[in-house]
């Protein structure tokens, strides 16, 4: 039965990826030299755009463990997927994880209820925050268990079109983009927000409800494309 | 009398070196209090555009922010990435600071279509500052500026700091505006649109200068409201032929208000003007998006506060 429901789910979530991938499906980016031909690729496939599927894609995290956001969404029990753009150098992404614990506590509490997380650093080789070292050390110092996926030649970035670090990206179960944008809705470095946009769209969507702010305006360093 | 020990200790060096630094070329030396890396790239100071100010007067007071090459800072819309500087002043009772008045900045555009309002070499944010009658000849004021900032150049880095001066009270003061204020208050936009035609035909914003003659180029750095860009930022936000026609999404129905500044380089020079208009109502919407009559939106002037400030 669980094998039944979990092809089911698979199903459906296909007929929403393949919307919005068109005749490519998906993207991969599994090794150093597929860059210039899988950009290509992401040329070709739709953008993100909140209330239409969101494009599939394939990365790889800093311990060499390859996800693929459908397989990800098709895995028993999980109800929604949350992207962070990351670069560990930005002085934002170490409001929300050094002097702030945001993206930790959230990561935390949805855990439990089915949401993955997962940080995206699409930051080119050489560039701030960016390459394995730089953010298996982030990881460490900054004490993140979700996986840190590197997009060191932007593909899903420019896919995303994230701008910034943070730029947040929530995806329901059935693979339908349902929040893209701020985190919070404070810009400034030593206040946070108090309205945490991730949080609402992820408690309105675990409710069953309509996710009330769908799209914000993110704020952060640059993605160091 | 009215000058705080406790802050005059805090910010010592910068309250004793202000008269001396208010007309020089140069920045001052980093401000001990100064907070993180950014302000190993930019150097601050605080000064009044006279010597001393009469009861019951006025000033001006700025706060000049000298960057190192190849840095930036960012206006109040920040634009797609980066932080506005934030400056919160610390006065008496009986001194009245006005909103801050902001240059028009510089666009940045890069990575994924994404444009940066940003400030590069220097910059001096500026505000009006009125005393009641409780002050008197012989009376000293100070005023301190505490600041955020982030710097940026390939990376970003975060900056604090703040910055005091003290002005004296006297019968009569002399002017003392020193050049950085003086270029920098050159490039504080006129709240005067009337020189502007600013309609919307359907979600696009229309700009044009009513004598085009010589108008070569136009700007529009958005600053209202935060939540929502313009679509292309990138391509239509600057144009070349006296007409800016900006596009946004849909969410733009609705919002209470679009304000930014609009730069209109001609023979004569670059000028700046800071407009307000209200976005189509989704009935007018519904009517004919691509009507800019009868929908056509009021517009109307900028008098006492510029949006986002």
Redesign the interface.
Known sequence: MARMNRTGKITSIAASLALAAGAALTIGVTSASAGPEHAHHAQEQAKAVVGHAAPDFTLTDINGVEFTLSAVLAEEGVNAVVLEWFNP????VKKHHVHNQTMKSLASKFEEKGVRWFAINSGAEG???AGIDRNKLAATEYGIEYPILLDSYGEV??LY????TPHMYVIDSEGVLAYAGAIDNN????TLGDTNYVEDALTALLAGEAVETT??????????? | MFVSVVRLMLVGIAVCCAPALAGGPAAQAPDPGDQGIAMEHVKAELAFDRTAMSPGGTATVGIRFVIEDGWHLYWRN?G?????I?VTFDAPKGVRIGALQWPAPKRHV?????V?YIYEHEVALLADVEIDDRFATGDEIEITASF?L?A?K?????G?GARSSVIGIAESGSMSVPDWMKKNRERIPLRDQSSLRVRWDGTDLLISVYEREGAQRLSFFPSAP????PSKPEIDGISETGLLRIAYSQ?IIGAPLVAGVVEVVGPDGPSWIEIETTPPTADADEGGANEPTPHTPTTKQTINNRSGD
Do not use: I
Not at chain 1, 161 to 164: G, S, V
Not at chain 2, 80 to 84: A, I, R
Not at chain 2, 226 to 229: K, S
């Open positions: 150098d930005c002085p934002f560039k701030q925050g970035g420019h079109e994230a701008r910034t810009q400034m470095m030593r799209t914000s305006r993110s704020y952060g360093c640059g993605v160091k494309y | 920040s797609d990435s980066g932080m506005p934030s890069y990575g994924v279509g994404s940066d955020e982030l940026c390939e990376a970003c880095v975060f604090a935060a939540a929502v860009r969410q």
